[in-house]
């Protein structure tokens, strides 16, 4: 059975630093797409990163450039999202998901994991 499970959310202090996990069971990451995306309170879900576990390509939500990072540990079946610099406007839920390409538009991805919440407060 497919599954991917996100952790690493929390309250965080503007400027602060989270690092999020996204593990896989059930099959193994060598030849998906895995997309990070967020969705705030009464907004819909928005793309934040992709990386493809077969040769490492990144792409990354323009806003996002420079703060966030994306990386796999193929060993691990597992994808990270290194968040940098957080903001308020950075509170989500987010998710991860499977896909078979580079994308950040959430049609392209199949399975999802149950989310982790991140709230960047003061």
């Known amino acids: 059975q497919v599954q991917l499970v996100e952790s690493g959310g929390g309250l965080v202090q503007p400027g602060g630093s989270l690092r999020l996990s996204c593990a896989a069971s059930g099959f193994t990451l060598d030849n998906y797409a895995i997309g990070w995306f967020r969705q705030a309170p009464g907004k819909g879900r928005e793309g934040v990163s992709c990386i493809s576990t077969s040769d490492g390509s990144t792409t990354y939500a323009d806003s996002l450039k420079g703060r966030f990072t994306i990386s796999r540990d193929n060993a691990e079946n597992t994808v990270y999202l290194q968040m940098n610099n957080l903001k308020p406007e950075d509170t989500a839920v987010y998710y991860c998901?499977?896909?078979?390409?580079?994308?950040?538009?959430?049609?392209?991805?199949?399975?999802w994991g149950q989310g982790t919440q991140v709230t960047v407060s003061s």
């Open positions: 998901a499977t896909g078979y390409g580079l994308s950040l538009w959430p049609a392209d991805f199949s399975s």
